[in-house]
């Protein structure tokens, strides 16, 4: 028996679990701090994976990258052996560097059991359905849809739907909102249905009863879901798409959506799906998304002539040897600075610590605060070059990023997560932004900062991919999407089991 300092709990084998549940609600609700206290003084008691990959989520949100590094190999091994398990461990290990696609393989099949495990007998029989309509009935289905990540990317691809082909609706349990997203995906499907207050089986047996052909999952492992839904099989067909950056080791998810470079042929044992692989970029990008009036870079804080790097992702995907790297880029770039999402103020701490014991002025750390998407893209626009996080790389900011025309320089690894920036980068015709170490990421960023030409060209390339170029053909990108699904659709029609799909 122990006692936390400065938190005064008992600590005992017997009350652990409620403790963990404490910690992961502070997280929940904002206070990492005094979550990652809890976690630090507690998970020495019992040594768990499960345990060990809540604490680092915590403390990577709080860059205590020490901590997160000495539970990191524990934490990787979630997927063996028959430890407890739950449906965010193939999440949490996607950021993990540690972890091999075939440890998230392990990981997602283990919570897709677990999901299985308590389903009640009595299951939605639709997969064995094939009757014929003029129109084929698609269906997304998810709790984002309202001005969230995803949704920004997909909001488009749903409005431009072909309806003299495709009936769309829209499964809906997300959290009330009113905003302009919200408003659009009410105007763009044919009907979006309401399952909040649904229980899981009560949700399969509505879409089952609608006859949907072609189930979409928009949410994979991640925070909000219902793999219960899913795993009822309401549809004869159902995919992943969009929402997770991985494999879900579901047996009732059929294909995953992807494209060429995200999942290479020798990834493809990793994959519990089969591959459905777009001719260009598996994520979707709305044409009509508006930047707000610019403003100057003093009214963000940073200096008018120096070079501005810039990284708008969250506090949990740095790592310590990405974030070394990029202060060797302002060590190496006389004045420039380095402009962040502003996380949670301990994490603001330890990144300004960091920086100071490697002799930077920590003025040249400049963080920015959560803004509206029409703020964020007008602001982007004044940084010069984007740095990419390694192994859960940039996906939504990744193409904010070249749409405000600024080039990204990015890592790509042997994971699903890892590869995004560069399934977007190949897109946009900018492989020669991607490289393949840290040494040669690092190389082609202290290259470019010292060449204002290359910028220059590299921005006005990106201007014209907002008029040309399949990254943000919206209407280009629903149309392959659209031979995927009627492929997979026919194929399950002719009696034939899923099969990799290439849409060329």
Not at 116 to 135: C, Y
Not at 142 to 168: C, K, N, T, W
Request: charged share 25%.
């Amino acid at each position: 028996m122990a006692v936390i300092g400065g938190i005064g709990t008992v600590v005992c084998e017997d009350n652990l679990s409620l403790l963990d549940l404490i910690a992961s609600a502070l997280d929940d609700a904002g206070d990492t701090e005094d979550a990652l206290k809890l976690f630090k003084a507690t998970v020495k008691f019992r040594d768990e994976p499960r345990r060990a990959i809540w604490a680092i989520y915590t403390a990577r949100r709080a860059c205590d990258w020490d901590f997160a590094a000495r539970l990191e190999p524990l934490a990787c091994t979630i997927g063996e052996g028959e430890d407890a398990v739950d449906e965010s461990a193939p999440w949490r290990l996607l950021f993990l560097a540690g972890a091999s696609a075939s440890q998230q393989l392990a990981a997602a099949r283990r919570s897709a059991q677990r999901v299985a495990s308590a389903l009640p007998r009595a299951r939605s029989a639709n997969a064995a359905r094939t009757g014929k309509r003029e129109r084929i009935r698609i269906a997304y289905f998810s709790g984002d849809f309202y001005s969230h990540a995803v949704p920004h990317l997909m909001i488009g691809a749903i409005e431009q739907h072909d309806r003299a082909r495709f009936e769309v609706i829209g499964y809906d349990f997300s959290p009330p909102a009113a905003d302009d997203h919200r408003r659009r995906f009410e105007a763009a499907f044919d009907r979006l249905v309401p399952i909040t207050g649904m229980s899981d089986s009560e949700a399969a047996e509505l879409i089952a009863r609608d006859e949907i052909d072609v189930l979409i999952d928009l949410a994979g492992w991640t925070k909000r879901t219902r793999p219960a839904v899913l795993a009822a099989r309401p549809a004869p067909v159902q995919l992943q798409w969009l929402g997770f950056p991985g494999t879900l080791g579901a047996p009732w998810i059929d294909y995953i959506v992807a494209d060429h470079t995200l999942i290479r042929p020798q990834d493809e044992p990793h994959f519990s799906e089969k591959i459905i692989r777009l001719p260009h970029t598996y994520q979707a990008n709305d044409d009509k998304r508006t930047a707000a009036k610019a403003q100057s870079r003093s009214a963000h804080g940073l200096p008018e002539e120096a070079i501005v790097f810039c990284s708008f992702n969250g506090a949990f995907k740095l790592t310590p040897e990405v974030f070394d790297c990029w202060l060797r880029l302002l060590q190496a770039v006389d004045r420039s600075v380095l402009w962040l999402l502003r996380p949670e103020d301990i994490a603001v701490r330890a990144l300004v610590a960091k920086a100071a014991s490697r002799g930077i002025d920590p003025a040249r750390l400049v963080f920015a605060p959560m803004v509206e998407p029409p703020e964020h893209l007008a602001r982007i626009a004044r940084a010069d070059l984007a740095l990419d996080c390694f192994p859960y790389g940039s996906h939504t900011t990744a193409s904010d990023t070249l749409w405000a025309g600024v080039p990204l320089v990015a890592l790509a690894g042997d994971t699903f997560a890892s590869r995004v920036s560069a399934s977007i980068l190949t897109a946009a015709g900018l492989p020669e932004l991607i490289a393949p170490s840290l040494a040669e990421y690092y190389n082609l960023a202290l290259r470019l900062a010292g060449d204002r030409d290359a910028l220059a060209g590299l921005r006005a390339r990106l201007q014209a991919l907002r008029s040309s170029g399949p990254l943000f053909n919206t209407g280009q990108f629903t149309r392959d999407l659209e031979r995927a699904l009627t492929a997979i659709w026919e194929r399950h029609c002719a009696g034939l089991t899923p099969a990799h799909i290439v849409v060329d």
